[in-house]
């Protein structure tokens, strides 16, 4: 599935959309975002955008988390588990 | 078990139920304390067992993991690996949220290899079954060799379970929850060499984290630290592998123990948070909630409030007429009972304000409150989690002040403490509500929109745009390398435990009374004496300029007015009046602006005073009408002018005049330096703003 090189991260998911964390390596927070529940290989379902566009609202590890915006565009999701 | 009372810590996540455990088992029986050196909120309380043991128990911030990201979240560690820390347990209670496994067996499994003796809580079991889902208790217990006791606090049942299993002393957990890897054990090796009696995770810990243990022996934590740099063990890669590896292991154990019903794919929490999070519904009720809130408090707290009005009136009469006329009964009454009678008028409305809070915290609400506002916020250089300490400034900024330690990133939560007191806290309504009744007309506006609450809301929103807008200057000021995070659990939307909220309310009260308690009492006294004496009853030299006649204050109690004029505090408000007269003040209105430093709230107990109002009554209704009939000295103007009142209202707005909020301050933030910084930029912002509105109005 080499469609393309470039790599999606959470921030490209539209609402209701799942993927598959791959790699937190871009995220300078990764530690806090691993705690969290974060971590490669767990699904993550975006499930809303607040009022202004940020922040954001995922599922992951059976919960509800919100983060920025800023930190899902380093968070690198499986694009072969995108499913609407 | 030793002669000492044993303690048990209670640890977990935020939104685990853990409070509520607390105050199941504690009831009433608890106090809230300081850490020595940082002060965190630690709540500590007593109850026995069924043997007649008495335990005591600390109930911990709730923390995602063991490393520690926020102030609130150090003090876990603290406690929990320094044995020697005055709460260090003897036992660990770990309570974890059935409804929220994965992410709650995290800490659990720091825990646990610790190797302290520790038992399992699991809440919110209740959940999990109306999902449909069902739990392994017996599976999981097995994989954490620790005793897993499901504890539902709603309906206080597994609370006796609880007990009787603290009754023996409890092993720590038989086994290692996550082994180190293979790459540390000859670092693991070499430290339990030295120290054979800890657990390889806990001298891991001493290792990475150096500068958090500063009560460790220094050779210890040097030796630690030349050793894990020897083997080559690193603390933000350790920490990111023993996650991962826990977090394989919790997936592992939840395959078999957990069977999760997903035929329920919308359940209560989406659909609320469709409504309450919408981009337009969403902010509708968040301001509609606020204002029910805020006309909430106003009116609820309206009926004891005028109670405790008119029960310290009826005391110092009493006292008056009974205890014999003298220094004596002149102190009780115009000092203590003046300022006791100051301070608890204000419990209501912090009970109030306090209780809406924690009914919003219990349901999941503020956690949305911050989603909704963080972009917004953070345009102002501070933090969706500012919210709360700004909200709770509505009442008062000390416990306010306290509730920013959340906010993990030092410079949003530094900016959040500074501009919180420029919310219009309770204090100042006392104040607004006497000047508004002075200068602004009865009348309204459209014929339904008081204007007199109208000028009281604009009061409200000259604080709140006020923050904001310093918040925006600071945040340009201060620089920092720390990156801003935002990370917050949206917890499900669940009803409030009524029980925690009255606790949470009475709790508030207390603390309070007690903080500021003491400080408005002593200021009440110092001003007394202040105003009973001056110069010349201790045989100062007084010239004959500075002895006032009578016809300067109004009314007929002349012998009193004439004392106060040629009290310390009369000279003092003389002093001032050259520097205050351009805003559109009086010499007596110096006096109150002084003492007001202490607490804004003794101003009307000042005017009180000053006006010579029977003595010690404090009856607005009197004070005001004193206040009103003042005229200029040789003319028939009225002093209190609509300048004159809504400059003062100004300065009461912005000024720094609360000593207990510059105490937490400089405890909050470990220096005089940003007290200091408060005082100076808010009283300076008052000063012109006075100025400005003084001379456009004038």
Redesign the interface.
């Known amino acids: 599935m080499n469609l393309n090189k470039q790599s999606v991260h959470l921030s490209d998911l539209k609402p209701g959309q799942k993927g598959i964390i791959k790699d937190l390596s871009a995220c300078p927070d990764a530690s806090a975002l691993m705690e969290m529940g974060c971590i490669p290989g767990e699904a993550i379902t975006m499930v809303a955008r607040a009022p202004l566009g940020d922040p954001i609202t995922v599922k992951v590890s059976g919960y509800r988390l919100s983060l920025r915006k800023q930190q899902a565009r380093e968070i690198a999701i499986q694009e072969a588990a995108l499913v609407s | 078990m030793g002669k000492q009372e044993p303690k048990i810590a209670l640890v977990g996540n935020p939104n685990c139920g853990k409070s509520s455990i607390f105050n199941a088992l504690t009831g009433l029986n608890q106090k809230i304390g300081n850490y020595p050196g940082v002060t965190v909120d630690k709540k500590t309380g007593h109850f026995s067992l069924d043997n007649g043991q008495f335990v005591k128990i600390t109930d911990l911030p709730g923390t995602?993991?063991i490393?520690p990201?926020s102030q609130d979240e150090e003090i876990v560690y603290d406690v929990l690996l320094d044995p020697q820390h005055p709460e260090h347990p003897d036992t660990l209670v770990v309570v974890v949220d059935a409804s929220?496994?994965?992410?709650n067996l995290?800490l659990c499994s720091q825990v646990l290899d610790l190797q302290m003796p520790t038992l399992v809580v699991l809440s919110m079991t209740d959940i999990v079954e109306r999902e449909g889902s069902s739990l392994d208790i017996a599976l999981l217990k097995e994989e954490l060799g620790v005793p897993v006791i499901p504890v539902n606090a709603r309906k206080q049942s597994g609370l006796q379970e609880l007990k009787r299993a603290l009754e023996n002393p409890v092993a720590p957990s038989s086994q290692v929850f996550c082994p180190a890897s293979k790459k540390y054990q000859s670092f693991i090796d070499a430290a339990q060499e030295v120290y054979p009696k800890e657990s390889p995770y806990l001298l891991m810990q001493y290792a990475i984290n150096p500068k958090s243990f500063h009560y460790l022996p220094a050779e210890k934590l040097t030796f630690l630290q030349a050793l894990a740099e020897q083997h080559g063990l690193k603390q933000?890669q350790f920490?990111?592998e023993e996650?991962?590896q826990r977090?394989q292991r919790i997936n592992r154990i939840l395959q078999q123990a957990l069977q999760?019903n997903t035929t329920l794919n919308e359940n209560l929490?989406?659909k609320l948070?469709?409504l309450l999070?919408?981009?337009?519904w969403?902010?509708v009720i968040l301001v509609g909630i606020l204002f029910a809130i805020f006309q909430a408090i106003f009116t609820l707290a309206a009926y004891p409030m005028d109670l405790v009005e008119s029960g310290t009136s009826l005391l110092s009469e009493w006292l008056l007429n009974t205890l014999p006329a003298g220094w004596g009964t002149d102190l009780l009454v115009n000092g203590v009972i003046a300022g006791v009678g100051g301070v608890v008028i204000f419990i209501p409305q912090i009970a109030i304000l306090f209780g809406f809070l924690t009914i919003m915290e219990e349901t999941g609400y503020m956690?949305r409150v911050s989603?909704?506002t963080?972009?917004?916020m953070r345009s102002a250089g501070l933090n969706?989690k500012s919210v709360i300490p700004l909200m709770s400034g509505l009442a008062c900024a000390i416990p306010a002040v306290m509730a920013a330690r959340n906010i993990g990133n030092w410079k949003e939560r530094l900016i959040t403490i500074l501009v919180t007191p420029l919310m219009s806290c309770s204090a100042r309504l006392p104040v607004y509500t006497i000047l508004i009744s002075l200068v602004i007309p009865n009348n309204y506006v459209l014929g339904f929109i008081s204007l007199q609450g109208l000028t009281l809301l604009g009061l409200y929103l000259l604080g709140l745009v006020t923050a904001m807008a310093v918040a925006f200057v600071l945040s340009r000021l201060i620089r920092t390398a720390e990156?801003s995070?935002?990370?917050?659990?949206?917890?499900?939307y669940r009803p409030p435990r009524w029980r925690n909220v009255l606790l949470t309310m009475y709790e508030k009260a207390k603390i309070f009374t007690l903080e500021a308690g003491k400080v408005i009492l002593v200021i009440s006294i110092i001003l007394w004496f202040l105003a009973s004496y001056g110069p010349q009853d201790i045989g100062w030299e007084v010239g004959p300029k500075a002895q006032t006649e009578a016809q300067d204050i109004p009314g007929q109690t002349t012998a009193e007015a004439v004392q106060l004029r040629n009290s310390f505090a009369g000279h003092f408000g003389k002093v001032i009046e050259p520097a205050i007269a351009p805003l559109g003040f009086d010499w007596k209105m110096g006096i109150a602006l002084i003492t007001s430093f202490a607490a804004r709230e003794v101003f009307v107990g000042t005017m009180a005073t000053i006006y010579s109002v029977e003595a010690g009554d404090e009856d607005v209704e009197t004070v005001r009408e004193r206040m009103q009939a003042d005229t200029k000295p040789g003319t028939d103007q009225p002093v209190y002018t609509l300048a004159t009142g809504l400059s003062l209202m100004v300065f009461f707005a912005f000024a720094m005049q609360c000593m207990s909020t510059l105490a937490i301050v400089r405890r909050e933030t470990k220096s005089w330096k940003w007290p200091m910084v408060q005082l100076v930029y808010m009283t300076g912002l008052a000063y012109v703003a006075s100025l400005i509105t003084y001379q456009l109005m004038a």
């Open positions: 995602y993991s490393y990201k929220n496994l994965k992410r995290l933000s920490q990111a996650t991962l977090y999760l929490t989406d948070d469709r999070t919408h981009r337009f969403g902010y956690a989603y909704l963080d972009r917004l969706g990156r995070l935002f990370l917050l659990e949206m917890p499900i």
